[in-house]
């Protein structure tokens, strides 16, 4: 079953705008995780935001976490024509005696040039 | 080496055949994941071996079965699967066992068709 659900579903933006994109989830977590996919590629690690982290930045990539709300916000600042891609939050939690990374429905971000 | 490779890229299959996916990592990493993903949806667990171990079996059907012959190596055996199985398979490794999931690297995925 899904734990993270994205907001919006699809994000249309012109290159050098910003794109704010959301995350809902609903138990507790070890860590949340952003994931960039290429049309029918592989996934790509984005970010990893720790339970008793608030923000993190890498390059143009800001990223949230508010565990009192249950919700993410992943920030791309300058978009590129390149950026465009699906965009999924990942949320990591216990499972019994393991835990596991769960991923939202994801984003499709498209940004044109 | 920061590369996992899938094998192969694109398999075409009938329902009575039987065919195998493999993945292969050399970063060390000691958690490897098999993940399957529908168009337009998000990747689904499947399976997660840690420390060669099996660790984690989302109920997938028998007509799929997972091998970690070695750290390095994990295959996806596949027997009698259905249309509905035709998807694209992602494998995964994180450096971590599965207590605490890290950053996790995929491979390019294996195209899956069953007619």
């Known amino acids: 079953s899904q734990q993270g659900e994205e907001d919006p579903q699809a994000l249309s933006i012109q290159e050098g705008e910003n794109a704010t994109m959301n995350c809902s989830y609903k138990?507790?977590?070890?860590?949340l995780q952003w994931y960039r996919q290429n049309s029918g590629r592989g996934l790509v690690h984005l970010i990893l935001?720790?339970?008793?982290?608030r923000e993190k930045h890498s390059g143009r990539l800001r990223v949230t976490l508010d565990t009192s709300k249950k919700s993410s916000s992943l920030l791309i600042t300058a978009s590129r024509a390149a950026d465009t891609a699906s965009y999924f939050c990942a949320t990591d939690a216990r499972a019994g005696a393991n835990s596991k990374l769960t991923f939202g429905k994801g984003i499709t971000l498209s940004v044109r040039p | 080496d920061t590369e996992v490779t899938q094998t192969p890229k694109h398999l075409v299959m009938g329902m009575t055949n039987k065919k195998s996916l493999k993945c292969e990592q050399h970063m060390g990493h000691r958690a490897m994941y098999w993940y399957k993903q529908k168009a337009k949806k998000p990747p689904e667990l499947m399976f997660v071996?840690?420390?060669?171990?099996?660790?984690i079996n989302e109920s997938v059907p028998s007509r799929f079965s997972p091998e970690c012959p070695n750290s390095s190596l994990l295959n996806l055996h596949l027997h009698a699967l259905q249309p509905e199985d035709s998807a694209l398979y992602l494998c995964a490794s994180s450096q971590r066992g599965i207590l605490n999931t890290g950053e996790l690297f995929f491979g390019e995925g294996s195209r899956l068709t069953v007619l």
């Open positions: 138990t507790s977590i070890n860590n």
């Open positions: 071996y840690s420390y060669e171990k099996l660790s």
């Open positions: 935001i720790r339970s008793n982290e």
